[in-house]
């Protein structure tokens, strides 16, 4: 099993920066793939970044995101983070951090809020 907790969250003017962290625990060897959902109001939970949690560290992003968002993680504390730059009010979702492991398990956080105002 895997847990993942996510922080840092909260309310920010456009333009400005937030950094989220996830912790994962339990099973984490097992993780091949950690990453970044968000769902906005009344929409769907779409994919905004990956990353392998290997040596090659191969990410993928969202084109919403692409230049604005950054996903990098620490083997080491176990931990995943979204540098998110230039935030548009269009980014106001709640950020689940997502785990899939070698055997195709998935695994979610609960969630954290960004609201981000104009």
């Known amino acids: 099993q895997v847990q993942l907790v996510e922080s840092g969250g909260g309310y920010v003017q456009a333009g400005r920066s937030l950094r989220l962290s996830c912790a994962a625990s339990g099973d984490i060897v097992n993780i091949w793939t950690l990453g970044w959902y968000r769902q906005a109001p009344g929409k769907q939970r779409v994919l905004v970044a990956t990353?392998?949690?290997?040596?090659?560290?191969?990410?993928k992003y969202a084109d919403s995101v692409k230049g604005r968002f950054a996903i990098a993680k620490d083997n080491t504390e176990n931990t995943v983070y979204l540098q998110m730059n230039s935030l548009k009010p269009e980014d106001t979702a709640v950020y689940y951090c997502y785990a899939v492991t070698y055997l195709r398990s998935e695994h979610w956080g609960k969630g954290t809020q960004v609201t981000v105002s104009s």
């Open positions: 990353i392998t949690r290997g040596s090659t560290s191969t990410t």
